[in-house]
């Protein structure tokens, strides 16, 4: 389950009293062997600070970027800052996204000072960004087909003898593609959309996430090497590799690999 609005605050406020050097329970000081390789190679971030770690490896430039708002607020947000800064300069990203934050990785060096300067973190124009952003239109297809069933639009036939999940699909994409070009008020398609951004990317949490990060200090770093709070993010796009390597495996030999720099 991702993070809810208040165990984000919780945790934020909780990383803020161990970047002061107070762990005060089981959890932080099972943890704080790793906050402070996170302290000495970056930064630990307070509550009213969000951390930007930017470095380069043979795999790009990554941007690794933790506000501590729950997944699927990063989601949003990663498509967000992306297609904000790709205003700036045509450049491709690739995202994954944790709890803790999300990362942006790309062929080229990120505009990144030059958005920051102007409007990355601005929760101004939001509800044209974010569709701008997303793949919106296919994302709204495949909620579409749910509606379509519960509306009677397409028969998923009888008992035992019911269509497959692709004829399904396929028929709730027929009506979803008819209603786009000649009915685009039609109000079961506005409720596609809407049961995407509140459903899938919470718009109303990430209006409000984005209001608490244009307010707050924006501390970038550029570490020589991946950090604890970076690795999760850096396994979770690991993992859609193919090798034929196991994935633990791959990532004991990178947990070996900066368990050494760590010392």
Known sequence: MPLSGELADMLRRRLGEAANGEFRDAELEALEPLLRVQAKWSVIPHSDELLIERLKSRDGWHLFVFPFEGRL??????????????????????MSANDWGFEL??????????ALAGDLLSPENLGDDINASLNATEMARRQFREIARVTGLVFPGFPRSGK????????????????????PGNMLLGQAYREVLERQLERSRLGVALKRLSESRVVVTDPERFTPLAFPLLVDRTRNKLSSESLADRVKRMQLALERAAG
């Open 73 to 94: 607020v990063h989601e949003g947000l990663a498509a967000l800052l992306a297609y904000r800064m790709s205003r700036i300069r045509k450049i491709t990203f690739s």
């Open 164 to 183: 497959t999940a692709r004829q399904l699909q396929a028929s709730s994409g027929l009506f979803f593609d008819v209603f786009t070009r000649y009915d």
């Open 105 to 114: 990785l790309s062929s080229s060096e990120p505009p990144l000072e030059e």
